[in-house]
C-alpha cells in the first residue's frame, strides 16, 4: 500500500493523490463500468503495466474484482512504480484472485505471447511513457482475440504536468511509427524541461534533479512523451481499425477508452464519437473537450 501511494505521489503529486483519494471515500465509479464489467467478466486478460489502483475494488473502473485471471507485462524487473518484480506466476492484481503471469517486456514486443491470445487488455497511464505509441498499440492488438476488448486509460492534459505542453497530433504519432522511433528516444525532452508544471510534479523535487531524472529516461520510463485530450484518444483508436465501445474523461485526469477488435477486412463505425456532438464532449469535465473542432485545432 505505502510503495503504491509513493508511485501515485511522484506521478501526480499531492493535489492529484488529494482527488484520487476523494475519489475513493466517495466510491463514484464511472459511468462506462457496466459496459467494462459486462465486456471483462468472463474474459482471460493481459494487463500492460500496472497493477494501477484505479482497477482495484471501490475506485472508478473495479475491473480486477470480477474477472477471471489476468498476466501482466512490465518493461523491467524493477522499476520505479513497483518495485522489484520477476517472471512467472507472480504478478498479484488482487489478493482474492489467483496469481497471473509476469512477463518481463517492452510493451512494444510481446514476443513471449501468441497472436489472438487474450480476451481483452488493460492498460492504465501507460501509453504516454512510450516514445511510439502505435508500435505499442498495434502489437496489444496482435495478441488480442478477434472480438476482444482494449481498455485504455490515458492522462488528460488538463489535469497534469503536461497542461503547459500543445497536445499532440495524430499524424507526428504515425510518423513516429513510420520512422520506427526508439524507446531510447528523447527528441520531446527540450519541450518538456521548458513546459512541464514542477508545482503538479513534486515527486520531480527540483528542476535540476528533475532534468537529471528525464535524461535517464531510458532506465526510469518516467517522461510523457506525448500529450492527450479525448479527442485525440479516439484518433487513435479510430485509426487503429477498433469499434469503438465507449468514451468519458473523468477528474482528475483520466481519459478511458473501451474498443472491441474487429474482423480482419471489417471497418468500425466511429462516427458518433467525432465531430462536436459527440456525447463525451457534453458530459466531460474539461474544456478542451467541450470546444468546438476548430477551437481545438487552432
Known amino acids: 500500500m505505502i510503495k503504491s501511494i509513493i508511485s501515485i505521489y511522484k506521478s501526480i503529486g499531492v493535489g492529484g493523490l488529494l482527488a484520487m483519494v476523494g475519489s475513493r471515500l466517495v ?8 459496459l467494462c464489467m459486462k465486456l471483462v467478466s468472463n474474459g482471460v486478460g493481459l494487463e500492460i503495466g500496472g497493477p494501477s489502483s484505479l482497477f482495484n475494488k471501490r475506485r472508478i473502473l473495479p475491473i480486477y474484482p470480477i474477472i477471471n485471471s489476468l498476466d501482466n507485462c512490465n518493461f523491467a524487473d524493477c522499476t ?12 498479484q492484481y488482487d ?12 510493451a512494444t514486443n510481446l514476443k513471449q505471447i501468441k497472436s489472438e491470445t487474450y480476451d481483452f487488455i488493460l492498460s492504465s497511464h501507460v501509453l504516454e511513457h512510450i516514445a511510439n505509441p502505435l508500435s505499442a498499440l498495434f502489437e496489444w492488438i496482435r495478441v488480442l482475440k478477434e ?3 482494449l481498455v485504455l486509460i490515458l492522462p488528460h492534459r488538463e489535469g ?3 497542461h503547459k505542453r500543445k497536445v499532440t497530433d495524430l499524424s507526428h504519432l504515425i510518423k513516429d511509427y513510420e520512422q520506427e522511433t526508439k524507446k531510447s528516444d528523447l527528441s520531446h525532452l527540450p519541450e518538456i524541461l521548458d513546459l512541464h508544471d514542477l508545482q503538479k510534479d513534486p515527486g520531480a523535487e527540483s528542476a535540476v534533479l528533475f532534468k537529471k531524472r528525464s535524461e ?8 510523457h512523451h506525448h500529450v492527450f485530450i479525448t479527442s485525440l484518444a479516439v484518433e487513435i483508436v479510430h485509426h487503429l481499425n477498433l469499434q469503438i465501445l ?15 477488435k ?7 463505425l466511429n462516427d458518433k464519437f467525432f465531430g462536436n456532438d459527440a456525447e463525451y464532449r457534453r458530459i466531460s469535465p474539461f474544456v478542451s473537450d467541450k470546444q468546438s473542432l476548430n477551437q481545438e485545432n487552432s
Open 27 to 34: 466510491a463514484k465509479k464511472a459511468r462506462c463500468f457496466p
Open 80 to 91: 520505479i512504480w513497483e518495485g522489484t518484480i520477476s517472471s512467472g506466476n507472480t504478478f
Open 95 to 106: 489478493k482474492h484472485r489467483p496469481l497471473g503471469r509476469q512477463y518481463i517486456s517492452e
Open 147 to 149: 472480438e476482444g476488448v
Open 160 to 162: 497534469t504536468f503536461d
Open 216 to 223: 535517464n529516461n531510458f532506465v526510469n520510463r518516467c517522461l
Open 246 to 260: 465507449g468514451v468519458e474523461a473523468v477528474l482528475p485526469f483520466h481519459i478511458i477508452i473501451i474498443a472491441k
Open 262 to 268: 474487429i474482423k480482419t477486412g471489417d471497418l468500425p
